[in-house]
């Protein structure tokens, strides 16, 4: 689409009128007093990345399991990529960027070892207790399970970072509070009785940012990371609209440039693309519903923070070409079936014995009925890195399957 960025932010202009205001934030679960030397939204920044469970975003699987090789994304640096997009679209967006980075650094917070593969199998062992949302897991994180301050659970967020969280693929539920996407996970379901983040209604434009910079970074990066391992090729990209278009521009610019280097300038300008098309289609959105104020972004009844319809387009292809090539890949599957019997095999070693898990987890479990139980166990696995679920497994059984 055509781009015009009149208006657009470059850091020092003052915020538009539908950005969230730090000063008129909705406020937290637990009352506190005040920082008076950073705004909520820079508080929350700093709880996070200050979390245990960020710290334990280092080891965990993006697409490659981390001992793979040491340039591979995992879902901390993934996080920070995220994070960067993110300002970067709430900065020319003209909203608070605090914000949108602090939403962007706690969205991969409930994942578990292994990527996807360790939230399939955890899900497939806690069905008869409600499966495993990593949405829903994130949010319990950061509600219960850190536990880092004398007078609460969890980290205390903001309210507008909270819903930022939850929405991270929109609303929820429909206007009559019916779920628009099968059950809603029944630790969001307690939350919200306590605290209303509104599941019907879209997020601010800040967690739109924050969840849109995720599908950048990630249709951007696993590419890079599929170069890497020698699963894709750039020849395998250049039937595709987006990466094959940039592909060709590329190759006409610097005919003699060598593969690694084409692969990079391939990124850095797919990411260019991306979010340039982001931000001109969100301005014209924004236009045309003229809000005034936050709650106009919440009560526009669709998000503004998108795709143009050619780039969406794109994106879905190049999702699907992703899914076929790279994470159905057989190399990759074969990990990811031993991947799942680890989970599997932590899991139901600790439900049986939970005395064998660590202090501070453990403490009267063995009397419990078994849907806390196995909730604590969930917990207890999932915010596990890779690198500790193989020691684990390795501790406690015979043989543990090789992920190498």
Excluded at 73 to 91: C, D, F, G, K, N
Excluded at 219 to 241: K, Q
Aim: with cysteine.
């Amino acid at each position: 689409m055509a781009t015009s960025f009149d208006g657009i932010g470059f850091g020092y202009r003052p915020r538009a009128p539908y950005a969230c205001d730090p000063a008129a934030s909705r406020g937290r679960f637990y009352d506190e007093a005040e920082s008076p030397t950073r705004t909520p939204f820079q508080r929350d920044r700093d709880r996070i990345i200050h979390s245990t469970a960020f710290r334990r975003l280092k080891h965990k699987t993006q697409v490659f399991i981390a001992h793979e090789g040491d340039h591979y994304r995992t879902r901390l640096t993934h996080s920070i990529e995220v994070a960067q997009i993110a300002r970067a679209l709430a900065r020319a967006l003209r909203v608070d960027e605090d914000l949108a980075e602090a939403i962007a650094l706690v969205h991969d917070f409930g994942h578990t070892p292994f990527g996807h593969t360790g939230e399939d199998a955890l899900n497939a062992m806690m069905a008869p207790w409600g499966g495993f949302d990593h949405n829903a897991q994130s949010l319990r994180i950061v509600t219960r399970v850190e536990r880092r301050y004398a007078e609460f659970d969890g980290l205390n967020l903001t309210w507008e970072t909270l819903e930022g969280l939850v929405k991270h693929n929109g609303p929820l539920t429909d206007a009559d509070g019916q779920p628009l996407k099968g059950e809603l996970p029944q630790t969001i379901i307690n939350f919200n009785e306590l605290f209303d983040l509104e599941l019907g209604r879209y997020a601010s434009v800040e967690a739109q940012a924050a969840a849109i910079a995720d599908d950048i970074a990630y249709n951007t990066h696993d590419i890079d990371d599929g170069l890497r391992a020698g699963l894709l090729t750039l020849d395998m990209l250049e039937p595709l609209a987006l990466p094959g278009g940039i592909l060709r521009q590329v190759r006409e610019k610097y005919p003699t440039l060598d593969l690694v280097r084409t692969g990079h300038e391939l990124m850095r300008r797919q990411i260019t693309a991306m979010v340039e098309d982001v931000i001109a289609t969100a301005q014209a959105n924004l236009t045309q519903i003229a809000p005034r104020s936050p709650a106009d972004i919440h009560a526009a009844g669709r998000a503004v923070v998108t795709f143009s319809p050619v780039m969406a387009a794109q994106e879905k292809e190049l999702k699907a070409f992703l899914y076929a090539n790279l994470y159905r890949h057989p190399n990759v599957m074969a990990v990811r079936a031993n991947a799942d019997r680890i989970v599997q095999d932590l899991f139901g070693h600790y439900f049986a014995n939970p005395r064998d898990m660590p202090e501070g987890w453990r403490e009267g479990l063995d009397r419990a009925e078994d849907r806390v139980k196995a909730r604590d166990v969930a917990d207890f696995i999932a915010g596990m890195t890779d690198t500790y679920a193989i020691k684990e497994h390795r501790r406690l059984f015979d043989r543990t399957p090789d992920l190498g």
